[in-house]
């Protein structure tokens, strides 16, 4: 039996912990996340989509990066994570607009010249589903861009068991409440000759850690 998106738990703290984490996420992602919107294209005046925005750190750097001829939209399940970013929103003086929906009920065609979803797919049962409805909220000739985690690829130098066990269980815990693989960012890959997909470029990056980059 197939699971539901909808009742599936949500392996993370969502809410104001949740937004918290995010916000460090995204000072260890944005370096890497800004080239990836940059080398796609995305410019003032775009109308974009933030699909599993969370507390919308993406979400306001790309409103900002659009500017006031754009918009952006962000997306999430969780609606007190929304909250937050509602009101980051408010204090940045951005115009955007974040909405509760389920990445697999995303029902919106032909609407957004850019499609995003940072760390999403992972934590869905069917992400080829929610991709499917990404692809479809793109205007013909716009652009889907994903950046998202092959989880078993975390590693530690020097090794450390005590890491190796963090990332086994992670998955353990994840399989178990959300169904589906932490292995989406190689796994979508596979999904570039689906119908509609005209050009696909991909690539892999791997952050490194606060400790190391201090070292540089
Ligand atoms: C790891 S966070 C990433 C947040 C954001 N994209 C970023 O990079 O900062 C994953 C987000 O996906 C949301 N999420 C998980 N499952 C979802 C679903 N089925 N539909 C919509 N959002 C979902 C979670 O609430 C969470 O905010």
């Known amino acids: 039996m197939e699971r539901s998106s909808r009742s599936e ?18 000072r260890v992602k944005w370096p890497s ?12 005046g775009m109308r974009c989509l933030d699909v599993g925005c969370g ?18 939209v962000g997306v999430d399940r969780d609606q007190s994570i929304l909250q937050l970013a509602r009101r980051e929103a408010e204090d940045q003086g951005l115009p955007v607009t974040f909405r509760r929906l389920e990445a697999e009920e995303l029902a919106e065609a032909s609407t957004y010249d850019l499609v995003f979803a940072r760390y999403l797919l992972l934590h869905l049962p069917r992400p080829q589903r929610a991709v499917e409805a990404m692809v479809r909220a793109a205007r013909p000739g716009g652009r889907l861009v994903l950046e998202d985690v092959y989880f078993p690829g975390h590693y530690c130098y020097p090794p450390s068991a005590a890491f190796d066990r963090f990332v086994e269980l992670y998955q353990a815990v994840a399989r ?5 693989t932490r292995r989406s960012g190689c796994a979508c890959w596979g999904w570039r000759s689906r119908p509609g997909w ?16 201090a070292s540089w």
Request: glycine content about 18%.
């Open 176 to 180: 178990a409440k959300e169904g589906g």
């Open 9 to 26: 738990g949500y392996v993370l703290r969502g809410g104001r912990a949740g937004a918290e984490r995010l916000r460090l996420l995204n």
């Open 55 to 72: 507390g919308g750190d993406v979400t306001l750097k790309m409103a900002a990066m659009v500017g006031p001829e754009g918009h952006v």
């Open 198 to 213: 005209w050009r696909y470029a991909s690539g892999s990056s791997c952050p490194p850690s606060a400790r190391a980059r």
């Open 33 to 44: 996340t800004e080239p990836l919107l940059e080398a796609a294209g995305l410019r003032t």
